[in-house]
């Protein structure tokens, strides 16, 4: 079974500021399906990264998804008031078949 | 509006079944699997099962095999999830998503909340 496991859990940043968020499974697994989500409280998640680097339809450029092998990194490059939230990345394989990871809370320093 | 509309809050007695709806509109139904995942209070989000609105086949999380049924009116462009033998851990948010490239959810439901109290 893979696992995914972010670090860290909270991501203390001031707006303007970059936020590098990590995502590791506990195998290899296929980039082509890595995304990674955001969640504000009371919300559903929202689609941001697909295909681990893959913007998803009306994501800012500030936005950007890394990575291969057991290690992904989802950037935010100048934090904006609204990008402070909860950040899920999902993983999808034939067997299991979805896993998300706990999540990285970004929140205001 | 592309959108997926969820059914209302439920509260539930242990042992009970809830149904669930997702109502879908603005685009073709057919086009798209739909999935469910909940997400407990403070818990990651947990994927519970799928149907491919083409033809109705399901695959289903083998955490609630057995105890879940995704089943989908193709006329009415609605896909619902019935849980059954609910247990206190139930209690969450149930979300409806589209399935869409790269195995990514890109529309959710704005979710319903399950409670499973005494």
């Known amino acids: 079974e893979i696992v995914l496991t972010q670090s860290p859990g909270t991501l203390s940043l001031s707006p303007g500021e970059r936020a590098t968020l990590s995502c590791r499974a506990s195998?290899?697994?296929?980039?082509?399906?890595l995304a990674w989500y955001q969640q504000k409280p009371g919300q559903a998640p929202r689609l941001l990264i697909y295909?681990?680097?893959r913007r998803a339809t009306g994501i800012p450029d500030r936005f950007s998804g890394s990575g291969s092998g057991t290690d992904f990194t989802l950037t935010i490059s100048r934090l904006e008031p609204e990008d402070f939230a909860v950040y899920y990345c999902q993983h999808y394989d034939s067997s299991l078949p979805w896993t998300f990871g706990p999540g990285t809370k970004v929140d205001i320093k | 509006q592309v959108q997926l509309v969820q059914s209302g809050a439920e509260v539930k007695k242990p042992g009970a079944s809830v149904k669930v709806s997702c109502k879908a509109s603005g685009y073709t139904f057919i086009s798209y699997a739909m999935d469910w995942v909940r997400q407990a209070p403070g818990q990651r989000l947990e994927w519970m099962g799928w149907?491919?609105?083409?033809?109705?086949?399901?695959k289903y999380s083998q955490k609630f095999q057995g105890r879940v049924t995704i089943t989908m009116d193709t006329s009415a462009t609605t896909v619902y999830m019935e849980l059954s033998s609910l247990r206190f851990e139930d209690t969450a948010v149930y979300y409806c998503?589209?399935?869409?490239?790269?195995?990514?959810?890109?529309?959710w439901g704005q979710g319903t909340l399950v409670t499973v109290s005494s």
């Open positions: 149907i491919n609105a083409a033809n109705g086949n399901t």
């Open positions: 295909g681990a680097s």
């Open positions: 195998q290899i697994v296929s980039s082509t399906h």
């Open positions: 998503a589209r399935e869409a490239a790269a195995a990514s959810f890109d529309l």
